[in-house]
């Protein structure tokens, strides 16, 4: 079973120190229901945003954020059941690695080497229908 967290921020200021702070609320679902629709909706925007980053920037911080959304993006749908999504996510990363191209590869290729690795390590029971990705993206290899 997943588990996701949502941050609720507060819009009641508490005052410490004469400080303004928000208290920061967070919620465990125990029931997925509520994620799969979120995910449904925005599993394409993040596809895109991540992606377009990762293709147009070499810069170290906005690379690891992208590949760690596409982490969190594939262990949430595949947790969820969301296979096509799980493949596009899965794909797209896999894209990154430049395997085939090796002369064109950058720091950012390793790092979506690495990523996909970790994917698979934490995440391999649930990736039943792509891994074929990973097998012919390691065959060059």
Sequence with gaps: MIF???NVFSLVPFYENADMEYLDIYYALADP???RFMVEVCWGPMLAAFSVTLGQTDDKEATTQCLQG??????VTAGIGMQTQR????TTVAKFTYLHCAADMK??????VKAIIS????????LSGS?????NMFIPI
């Design 4 to 6: 996701a967290v949502l």
């Design 33 to 35: 229901t509520i994620l």
């Design 70 to 75: 596409f982490r969190y993006a594939v262990h």
């Design 87 to 90: 493949d596009a996510f899965v």
């Design 107 to 112: 720091q950012k290729n390793v790092d979506a």
């Design 119 to 126: 994917i698979a390590i934490e995440d391999g029971n649930y």
């Design 131 to 135: 891994m074929g990705t990973y097998f």
